[in-house]
């Protein structure tokens, strides 16, 4: 069971936007601006697309963007293209353990 | 522009311990930190551990204590995972990863496939 909670899986039809949530304690996603998320396509090594809540490394399109609120952290992906398709992960410092916690990751999928 | 270059893939029996490098680009040896993310069959990201390639402090994963080891070569600029007693829980993929900062991770490397079979 992985620390922080997402969907096991959003849908949604070019064009459209999607949101992924990531849910933890105040020990890790509400405690501290140490939040990213991670997309990996099959085969690949995982590639960081947020970074501290909301921030875009640069290189990555201005359609995903992050936000949080609370223990829970979200990333929205606008105008969803078919490379978009792949599986997105969070991640959180936390303060229990001093560490890295994942999410269990969530299957995006291009309608 | 950061690279990181891995080892190659490892057959080990159970019990048995297994090695793995990350051989880093020069500006990636001055990065904070270089971290080991491992990934099991099917989806799920796991935290390893944390190594700082100058000085050479660590700092590891509760549930790897006792059983991991992290090192650094600076004359090669590469990082070592070791990890001992493994088991079938253990086959997975193994990531370095290079930080910036602390906790994002924004490069990372081919990643490493571990087979633990008898």
């Known amino acids: 069971q992985s620390a922080l909670t997402q969907p096991a899986s959003v849908s949604g039809s070019p064009g459209q936007s999607i949101t992924i949530s990531c849910t933890g304690t105040?020990?890790?996603?509400?405690?501290?601006?140490?939040v990213s998320w991670y997309q990996q396509h099959p085969g690949k090594a995982p590639k960081l697309m947020i970074f501290?809540?909301?921030n875009r490394p640069s290189g990555v399109s201005y359609r995903f963007s992050g936000s949080r609120s609370g223990n829970t952290a979200s990333l929205t992906i606008s105008g969803l293209q078919a490379e978009d398709e792949a599986d997105y992960y969070c991640s959180s410092y936390t303060s229990s353990t001093i560490s890295v916690v994942f999410g269990g990751g969530t299957k995006v999928t291009v309608l | 522009q950061v690279d990181l270059v891995q080892s190659g893939a490892e057959v080990k029996k159970p019990g048995a311990s297994v090695r793995v490098s990350c051989k880093a680009s020069q500006n990636a040896f001055t990065a904070n930190h270089l971290h080991w993310v491992r990934q099991a069959p099917g989806p799920g990201l796991e935290w390893m551990g944390m190594?700082?390639?100058?000085?050479?402090?660590?700092s590891y994963a509760q549930k790897f204590q006792g059983r991991v080891t992290m090192t650094r070569d600076t004359s090669t600029s590469t990082i070592y995972l070791e990890l001992s007693s493994l088991t079938s829980e253990d086959t997975a993929v193994y990531y370095c990863?290079?930080?910036?900062?602390?906790?994002?991770?924004?490069?990372w490397g081919q990643g490493t496939l571990v087979t633990v079979s008898s």
């Open positions: 990863a290079h930080s910036s900062g602390w906790w994002a991770l924004d490069y």
């Open positions: 190594i700082n390639p100058s000085g050479g402090s660590t």
């Open positions: 501290d809540v909301d």
């Open positions: 105040s020990s890790d996603v509400g405690g501290y601006k140490f």
